[in-house]
């Protein structure tokens, strides 16, 4: 079982310094492509913080890879079928800090090759550090509720949503999802251009 396998530390942070180091980037270069400082940079690749999986998708297309090749999942099939048991787990939480970032994400489609769209079951909690600020990245988002209440905050529009209820929309708007209460599950789409 390698370590983004159920039940594993996942390692984005090193997934990310490998391809960076690959293409021959410096962190100052990665800055320069992804908006983000070299100092959360640097933190981000030694595990002292997770990003979400809006920064995935920036980080992503800043490294002109697909979002499943950060997370370990590059697929290999021309289609996937995931059963109910089956699905790789990766959980956002800083590892040298023991923090709680507000979710956990299974990915459903991580055996599929070539694809744009990447499908999620993830689990809110309330995170122990907030973060207040909204995410942009290119793409789509499409969020439909499984269990609780959803908040999401799309610029100066939030709205809570129930279990049926779903929002689509354009990821380049900043954006917030967070659970109301202990915990909700959703279903997640993001599509995301052609890396490149």
Not at 11 to 38: M, P
């Amino acid at each position: 079982m390698d370590e983004n396998e159920r039940g594993g530390e996942p390692k984005v942070g090193a997934s990310i310094k490998r391809i960076r180091e690959e293409k021959g980037l410096s962190l100052f270069d990665l800055a320069g492509k992804s908006g983000f400082s070299t100092a959360l940079l640097s933190q981000i690749e030694n595990h002292l913080i997770s990003p979400s999986l809006g920064a995935l998708t920036i980080l992503s297309r800043a490294l002109e890879v697909d979002l499943g090749t950060l997370l370990g999942h590059e697929g290999t099939a021309p289609f996937c079928v995931t059963r109910s048991d089956q699905g790789k787990e990766t959980f956002r939480f800083a590892s040298k800090e023991g923090v709680k970032y507000g979710y956990s994400y299974e990915s459903l489609a991580y055996d599929k090759k070539n694809r744009h769209m990447e499908p999620f079951i993830v689990t809110l909690e309330p995170p122990t550090v907030p973060d207040p600020a909204g995410r942009t990245h290119d793409g789509e988002e499409f969020l439909h509720v499984l269990e609780g209440e959803v908040k999401v905050t799309l610029g100066d529009h939030t709205d809570v949503l129930e279990p049926g209820d779903s929002i689509y929309y354009d990821s380049s708007i900043p954006h917030r999802v967070e659970c109301v209460g202990t915990s909700a599950k959703i279903l997640a789409v993001i599509y995301t251009p052609t890396a490149g």
